[in-house]
């Protein structure tokens, strides 16, 4: 034993004889159990469940309104689902920055397929999908983001055309 | 065997102008973008230097609100002493507090405060209708941290709100008075909202934009419009213009030019 304390230099002083226990283990193992039982807590009711992706809904009147063929989003339905957030910030930056770069305000979308859109997400993206609700937030829930457009953008109210 | 001296530098030298001219070769081959496009709208109005110019021998008290209406119609602007919900109602002193304003009167003394002693007592005693006067040399541009305040090559001193923090420098900083700080949500005091400019959110300052958003579509701002030619918007660079024009003609003052901001509002007295 102590053999182990020696180096080049010779030997240290014998390794102090401490007696091994364990101080208050009922307290310390109840504490941890408890613990433990506390941050497992939110997942238990949930354990081997599967929770399933939420629906798109696109009942709404302006989408009804079209023909069945035609029902199509300004970019491919995958696409759109991957990347809406970085258009409408680019959107955004265009609409609102552009003119700080010296570039004209921009305010039109073209799609790939040649329509044109005004780039506004109250009046353009809420048009067809008027379902709030059950369209963003549905979804924005099940990932648990929670972006902030609507505190200022309008979700709701009458159209820019009857407004004028 | 390796390779020499005379190899080496010529491999290098072809690899360096491949590496220099990849991105134009590749744009050369495939040119265009694939993406879709962002473009201007048609018929957008664009200038190189906006100004108002305020005829105040036309102006009268019924018109000056007017112009007020319509512009905190168009821009959701909240009126806090009347809640659309009685029960958000404030009280009077705090409701004067959290006033947002984009275009308001004011008197004569409180809006030229320096001594002109020039003037006619007759435009001394006049209520002048005030707005942002979108600076050459804007102080509120200077002071803010985020650049959420710019000014745009067509001299508008616009804001994005998605970037304000709401620290309130360009509020103390501007000589004029023309920002606001939003206290609390403004939507519970919005009569009307119109769907064609957002509301905006508590801890932000707002201000006039010279209707940035207007002039995208080919419009005049809001209190232009309404003023039926009391207030006359246009491009100070255009000698053909009208605001040119009625500045040649007339007499004009604009506020505390002695601070060095280079304001574009001009009042015509």
Same mark, same amino acid.
């Given at each position: 034993m102590d053999d182990k304390y020696k180096n080049e230099f010779g030997a240290f002083a014998p390794r102090p004889q401490v007696e091994k226990k364990f101080y208050d283990g009922k307290y310390i193992l109840a504490g941890l159990i408890i613990f433990l039982a506390m941050v497992a807590l939110p997942f238990l009711p949930n354990v081997g469940k599967t929770i399933p992706p939420p629906e798109r809904q696109l009942d709404t009147p302006v989408i009804k309104k079209i023909a069945e063929k035609d029902r199509?989003?300004?970019?491919?339905t995958e696409w759109m689902r991957a990347n809406h957030m970085q258009m409408l910030v680019d959107w955004r930056d265009n609409v609102v920055r552009s003119d700080e770069k010296g570039a004209p305000e921009v305010r039109e979308f073209v799609s790939p397929d040649g329509r044109k859109f005004l780039?506004?997400?109250?009046?353009?993206?809420?048009?067809?999908?008027?379902?709030k609700e059950k369209f963003c937030d549905q979804c924005h829930n099940y990932v648990a983001v929670v972006p902030n457009c609507f505190g200022c953008h309008?979700?709701?109210?009458?159209?820019l055309a009857e407004a004028k | 065997m390796g390779i020499d001296r005379r190899e080496f530098i010529r491999i290098s030298g072809l690899a360096a102008l491949l590496g220099l001219g990849g991105k134009g070769a590749f744009e050369l081959l495939r040119p265009g973008q694939v993406e879709a496009a962002l473009k201007p709208e048609a018929g957008a109005l664009s200038g190189k230097r906006w100004a108002m110019v305020v005829n105040m021998q036309k102006m009268d008290e019924a018109t000056a609100q007017k112009c007020i209406n319509a512009c905190n119609r168009v821009h959701n =602007?909240? @009126?806090?002493? *009347?809640?659309?919900?009685?029960?958000?109602?404030?009280?009077p002193e705090i409701a004067n507090r959290y006033e947002v304003k984009w275009i308001w009167t004011e008197h004569y003394h409180n809006a030229f =405060?320096? @001594?002109?002693? *020039?003037?006619?007592d007759k435009v001394k005693q006049m209520a002048f209708l005030l707005?942002?006067?979108?600076?050459?040399?804007p102080p509120c541009v200077r002071v803010c941290p985020t650049k959420a305040t710019f000014r745009r090559d067509d001299g508008i001193v616009n804001m994005d709100m998605h970037r304000?923090?709401?620290?309130?420098f360009c509020m103390a900083g501007?000589?004029?008075?023309a920002r606001s700080f939003n206290?609390?949500?403004?939507r519970p005091y919005i009569k009307d909202t119109y769907p064609g400019y957002p509301t905006r959110e508590i801890g932000v300052v707002e201000k006039c934009t010279f209707c940035a958003e207007r002039l995208a579509q080919g419009l005049a701002p809001a209190c232009a419009e309404a003023s039926g030619g009391t207030l006359i918007f246009g491009d100070?660079?255009?000698?053909?213009?009208q605001v040119r024009r009625m500045l040649q003609k007339y007499f004009s003052i604009r506020r505390k030019v002695h601070l060095g901001t280079n304001p574009q509002v001009y009042y015509i007295v």
């Open positions: 199509k989003c300004i970019m491919p780039a506004s997400l109250t009046n353009t993206c809420l048009d067809c999908h008027s379902n309008l979700q709701e109210g009458k159209k | =602007v909240p @009126d806090f002493k *009347n809640p659309n919900d009685p029960k958000n109602k404030l009280d =405060v320096e @001594d002109q002693t *020039n003037l006619p707005l942002c006067n979108h600076c050459d040399n304000c923090i709401g620290c309130r501007c000589p004029f008075g206290w609390r949500d403004p100070l660079n255009d000698e053909k213009s």
